[in-house]
C-alpha cells in the first residue's frame, strides 16, 4: 500500500482510492503515551478537507455487529477509531458510477494500533467487536439524520464480507433487517 508521511500522520491506502487507514505518530514514555487525533491542518495536507460537525462513542460488548449504515440523504464521512479493545471495521462503496461499487474493505482498529479508517460520504459503514469490549469514537462529517439512515444486510451472500466469525454475531433487530445491494438505494 503506498504511504503518505506528514510529521504527525502517517496515510495508508487500501484498495479503493479514498478511503484510507490513518496512523498516528505515538509518542510513549513510562507515563503512557500521547497521539493527535485530529488536526484540520494536518488532514488537509493529507487530503482529507471535509468539516467534521458531530463525535459519536459507541460501546459494544464481543461479537456484537453493529452495521452497516449509511445515510442516503446528509451523507456522511466517517473517522472511525478504537480507544479501548478491538474491532473489524467494514467499508462498503455504495457509489454505482465507481469502479469499486459493491466491494468492501475491513481493517482491524485497535486501542494497540491506535489506527484511524477514513471512510468518504458513499460507503457503508460497520464493524464487529473482537475484543471483550470496545469503545469506537468516530467524527461524522454531517449530522444524524434517522429519516435518511439506511442499512445494508451485514450478511449479504453478494457481498460475502468475511466479518472473521466463530459464532454467530450479536445483532440488533433492525440490523437483522438491512436489505441485500441488489435493492439498496445507493449513490450516484
Known amino acids: ?71 442516503i440523504k446528509q451523507q456522511q464521512g466517517k473517522l472511525v477509531r478504537v480507544v479501548d479493545g478491538e474491532v473489524l471495521d467494514v467499508a462498503v462503496d455504495l457509489r454505482r458510477s465507481s469502479a469499486t461499487f459493491g466491494k468492501w474493505e475491513s481493517v482491524h482498529l485497535s486501542e494497540e494500533n491506535k489506527k484511524m479508517l477514513w471512510i468518504p460520504a458513499g460507503f457503508a459503514h460497520g464493524f464487529r467487536v473482537i475484543s471483550s469490549s470496545a469503545h469506537v469514537l468516530y467524527k461524522a462529517t454531517d449530522y444524524y439524520a434517522p429519516e435518511h439512515e439506511r442499512t445494508l444486510a451485514w450478511n449479504d451472500p453478494d457481498l460475502n464480507i468475511n466479518w472473521e466469525l466463530q459464532s454467530e454475531p450479536i445483532v440488533s433487530a433492525r440490523d437483522q433487517r438491512g436489505v441485500l445491494l441488489r435493492h439498496a438505494e445507493c449513490f450516484d
Open 1 to 71: 500500500m503506498p504511504e503518505t508521511n506528514i510529521e504527525s500522520i502517517k496515510k495508508i491506502s487500501t484498495s479503493f482510492p479514498d478511503v484510507w487507514v490513518l496512523e498516528p505518530r505515538v509518542y510513549g514514555d513510562e507515563r503512557g503515551f500521547f497521539l493527535e487525533s485530529y488536526s484540520e491542518r494536518v488532514f488537509a495536507q493529507i487530503g482529507i478537507r471535509e468539516r467534521f460537525v458531530q463525535d459519536n462513542h459507541s460501546r459494544s460488548i464481543h461479537n456484537v455487529l453493529r452495521g452497516l449504515h449509511y445515510q
